[in-house]
């Protein structure tokens, strides 16, 4: 924390700077993105196993990182090469990407491939769906709590109460 940035403030203020670099602090000791939002650390504080927590962790670290490539597009241009960077930039690339990719995971169930290359290619799904989050500005805690009011009802329901377009 910055001794400096926090002489002249209010109590209040320096407070809250003291509380914000204590989370911080324990997040990035906990191996955890420093920019979880408390939706997501209460997620992954009340989750019920250690895999559940790995789970969370594992798709909040990747965001995590996506999102810091996409600041520094902001802050620093292009900058350094990055893959995560040129399909931020690139829309149309992304997309071809994603079908690919959702083509490649269609491939190893029609062709009985073996199950690290399924896990291989729904990896690749993942992330890349996870650029295209990052592009709409959609968090994965949003996505979650999709998938977890839809537990409440069956796939039938679920599709018929969706709004007709």
């Given amino acids: 924390m910055d001794l400096h940035a926090i002489q002249g403030q209010r109590p209040a ?3 809250q700077s003291m509380m914000h670099y204590k989370v911080q602090r324990y997040l990035s000791l906990m191996n955890l993105p420093v920019n979880m939002n408390l939706l997501e650390l209460k997620y992954y504080c009340i989750s019920q196993s250690n895999q559940e927590r790995q789970v969370a962790t ?3 670290s990747l965001e995590d990182t996506i999102s810091r490539r996409k600041e520094e597009i902001v802050t620093e ?6 893959w995560t960077k040129k399909l931020l930039l690139d829309n149309q690339l992304l997309c071809s990407k994603i079908r690919e990719e959702a083509g490649e995971l269609i491939e190893t169930l029609l062709e009985n491939e073996d199950k690290s290359r399924t896990a291989s290619e729904m990896a690749d799904l993942l992330y890349h769906a996870m650029v295209l989050l990052s592009v709409r500005d959609v968090k994965m805690e949003e996505v979650l709590e999709v998938l977890r009011r839809r537990f409440s009802q069956s ?7 969706r709004k007709k377009s």
Avoid: D, M
Avoid at 77 to 82: A, I, L, N, V, Y
Avoid at 155 to 161: D, I, P, R
């Fill in 13 to 15: 203020t320096i407070l």
């Fill in 58 to 60: 594992t798709l909040y």
């Fill in 77 to 82: 241009g292009s900058g350094k090469p990055s």
């Fill in 155 to 161: 796939g039938v329901e679920e599709k018929a109460s």
